[in-house]
């Protein structure tokens, strides 16, 4: 029912920046929580950060300080702004989405709580 789509992945060094996006078509009007996963090679997927559609956010001690999450309700987009990149940072980006929510508005970064996904867009940090 929701399509998802991520772009913005690509190389940078140590310490460089870079911006994903995450536009999101069909039927979004129950998806509640917006989220970043990531994976690589022989891992679990794991949580970034996530975000309500009030604008509450919760980030992954491994994001928190240096990434920052962010949403256009009205155009239907998901961001992750990622600065102060480093090289554990390598992984394919996905972006979910999903009708669940925490006490006080939080959303959490459990795979289980997600329904939608995207494909995925490749971040690669050489040191």
């Known amino acids: 029912q929701v399509q998802l789509v991520e772009s913005g992945g690509g190389s940078a060094q140590t310490g460089g920046s870079l911006t994903l996006s995450c536009v999101a078509s069909?039927?979004?009007?129950?998806?509640?929580?917006l989220a970043w996963f990531r994976q690589t090679p022989g891992k679990e997927r794991e949580g970034v950060a996530a975000?309500?559609?009030?604008?509450?956010?919760n980030y992954a001690n491994s994001a928190s300080g240096r990434f920052t999450i962010s949403q256009d309700n009205a155009k239907d987009t998901l961001y992750l702004q990622m600065n102060g990149l480093k090289p554990e940072d390598t992984a394919q980006y996905y972006c979910?989405?999903?009708?669940?929510?925490?006490?006080?508005?939080?959303?959490?970064?459990?795979?289980?709580?997600?329904?939608?996904w995207g494909r995925g867009t490749q971040v690669t940090v050489s040191s």
């Open positions: 975000i309500s559609r009030k604008g509450t956010a």
């Open positions: 069909g039927d979004t009007s129950a998806s509640y929580c």
């Open positions: 979910a989405t999903g009708e669940l929510r925490g006490s006080g508005d939080r959303c959490y970064l459990f795979r289980q709580m997600y329904k939608f």
